[in-house]
């Protein structure tokens, strides 16, 4: 089951526009250094304080800025994302997403460890293996 589909129940928060009071917020960017002429998404997600990239994503998702696909590892505690837009990891071709900060240091722990606040960025790149 698609995390999208497996909390549809969650109460989300409001759309960009609605009040901001209290949240943080979040620039997501979706980037694809396989392929630099596919077009990237950039999108503004508001979240509390202290909320994991995993379900900024979720709210992201909700808000209709980007669509996901990811597997829960239970050994980690994290998603692994798999796949954003329709863009699949395929170890055949060595190509998988990647994520890190706004300046292009990657993360040591999965999408359900890191936390975001007000005016971070995150960025989920598309890349190969040793690229």
Known sequence: MSGQNKYRGVAFLTKAG?????????TLKVENA???SCPSTVAEVMVPPG???YNMLLQAFYNGDITF???WYGQ???HFMYSIN???EDDKQGTYWSFEDGQGNAFDRGV???SVYDGDTIVFRYVKYGA
Request: aromatic share 8%; glycine share 12%.
């Open 51 to 53: 909320t994991s990239v």
């Open 112 to 114: 359900d460890l890191i």
């Open 69 to 71: 696909q990811a597997s």
């Open 76 to 78: 980690f505690w994290s």
């Open 34 to 36: 396989v392929n630099p």
């Open 86 to 88: 329709g863009l699949e």
């Open 18 to 26: 609605d009040g901001t009071d209290g949240l943080a917020t979040v």
